[in-house]
């Protein structure tokens, strides 16, 4: 079963940065190779939004409420996606989470990230 790691979250004060990352050790390479990886959020009383995805060739996409701030990589041979963060806003507060868009392995536990004011 394809499970995934969450981290680097945190509190941060309004403008910092952080950096997520997400691992997928039990995922067959090809799997993750071919897959569009996402970021996902879900803030408190709040749906879970996709806020950035990757395709295996490396085309990012970004919710309208993070473009320019959001950054998102990957690293095929570590089986890993990162999303940088920067000039954080506490309305980007949430628990952050990664998975296969559209065909969603089960979610991992995700990495609470906290912007204060």
């Known amino acids: 079963q394809v499970h995934l790691v969450e981290s680097g979250g945190g509190l941060v004060q309004a403008g910092g940065s952080l950096r997520l990352s997400c691992r997928a050790p039990?995922?067959?390479?090809?799997?993750?190779?071919?897959?569009?990886m996402g970021w996902y959020r879900q803030a408190p009383g709040k749906q879970r939004e996709l806020v950035a995805s990757m395709t295996h060739g490396r085309e990012a996409n970004y919710a309208e409420s993070v473009k320019g701030r959001f950054t998102m990589s990957r690293d095929s041979s570590r089986k890993t996606v990162h999303l940088q963060m920067n000039s954080l806003k506490p309305e980007d507060t949430a628990v952050y989470y990664c998975n296969r868009v559209n065909q969603e392995f089960p979610w991992g536990q995700g990495t609470q990230v906290t912007v204060a004011s």
């Open positions: 039990r995922m067959i390479t090809s799997t993750f190779n071919s897959a569009i």
